[in-house]
């Protein structure tokens, strides 16, 4: 068994820090800072040789997460996954097309993984979207008192108001006046 090792931190809460808060979200840079350079070794490009490739790629990502701006660490850490994954999922659509058309199965397969990659990014994006308070649902209620209305009538009546003037849409459709009932509800209503 090995020893475990002792690391000692030292934070300083009251250090000016936050210049990096446009990556991760968080107020510390050191939050920021190892959240972005994880989201850029997740990167499918991060594992080549080309160094000028990795860095035009991690430089593209760095400005995707400043556009999208995490306001808190929870929609950084949403971002770089939703930027992983979508990485993922062009580099695996891009393989999959890449295959001969000999190779059935490995296209097959490379086009469900990168399918299942893009569903990842959908599900992130809307996990990020309800985060933010776009995906509270809004509901309206509208009153409308009615007057000399049995239970079994129903109105459709919406008032439009032109000029002081007001005219219902059942003026305009006479069919809507009095609702039609089948056979079998004025057989309903007799045998009552």
Request: aromatic share 4%; hydrophobic share 40%.
């Amino acid at each position: 068994m090995r020893k475990p090792r002792t690391i000692n931190l030292m934070l300083k809460p009251d250090a000016k820090e936050g210049y990096l808060k446009p990556l991760g979200g968080g107020n510390a840079d050191e939050w920021n800072r190892r959240l972005n350079d994880l989201t850029i070794n997740a990167l499918p490009i991060a594992h080549s040789k080309n160094k000028e490739a990795i860095t035009i790629a991690a430089v593209a990502v760095c400005r995707g997460t400043m556009d999208i701006a995490p306001a808190d660490p929870v929609e950084g850490i949403l971002i770089a996954q939703l930027m992983a994954a979508n990485e993922a999922s062009l580099a695996m659509y891009s393989k999959g097309w890449a295959q001969p058309a000999e190779y059935f199965q490995a296209r097959t397969k490379y086009l469900q993984l990168a399918d299942k990659a893009a569903r990842t990014v959908m599900m992130l994006t809307e996990r990020l979207d309800h985060h933010r308070g776009r995906g509270q649902q809004q509901i309206t209620v509208k009153h409308v008192t009615t007057n000399n209305v049995t239970a079994d009538q129903a109105i459709i009546a919406d008032s439009v108001a032109t000029g002081g003037e007001v005219s219902n849409r059942n003026d305009r459709q006479p069919h809507a006046k009095r609702p039609r009932r089948s056979p079998l509800q004025s057989q309903i209503k007799t045998n009552r």
